[in-house]
């Protein structure tokens, strides 16, 4: 879609349509916004690891709308701890990073039953992870790209067919 052409027979009513448009073209985006998030939203909760279930009990779906745009998002609501591992998985992790000095409670040594728990210090260490990339939330966005495209421009071909009556 180039251009937006509008037709309409006298001045009067063209005053009156441009007063609609943008309201009518505005519901339609919004609705249909809505509708792409939650189908991102079940792509991206179907991708989504899931060896506890934690990241995707985190996962939400908002629409935010105000009277310059509307905004579908799919994203993680949980606290800053949840964000960083839902980052290294989707987009890896393979920095060497520092482990602080922590104390640690121990019911058991080996394959050994401890017969009361104890409180270990372990000293502050390097570790490298190795988690390889997911893309649980970007392969999802980017599969459904073309789509997003093609019926948003479709809502307003369809508003402008309207308008033109």
């Known amino acids: 879609m180039d251009t937006i052409r509008i ?8 005053g ?13 985006l919004r609705a249909e916004i809505d509708v792409l998030a939650r ?6 909760e179907a991708a989504t690891p899931s060896a ?9 779906v908002r629409v935010f709308a105000d009277k310059d745009r509307i905004t579908g998002r799919v994203d993680i609501a949980g606290p800053g701890s949840e964000l960083a591992r839902a980052g290294a998985l989707e987009y890896g992790a393979h920095k060497r990073t520092k482990v602080s000095e922590h104390s640690r409670r121990l019911d058991h040594a080996w394959a050994n039953m401890l017969d009361s728990p104890l409180t270990v210090i372990v000293a ?3 570790r490298t992870p190795n988690i390889s990339e997911v893309s649980f939330e970007r392969g999802p ?19 402008v067919a309207r308008a033109n009556g």
């Open 141 to 159: 966005l980017a599969e459904m790209q073309p789509e997003v495209r093609s019926r948003l421009n479709a809502v307003v071909e369809q508003a």
């Open 52 to 60: 506890t279930g934690k990241l995707r009990s985190e996962e939400r």
């Open 124 to 126: 502050a260490y390097d």
């Open 39 to 44: 189908e991102l939203f079940a792509r991206v």
């Open 7 to 14: 037709n309409v027979a006298n001045d009067r009513q063209v």
């Open 16 to 28: 009156l349509r441009f007063e609609e448009f943008p309201d009518e073209l505005y519901d339609a």
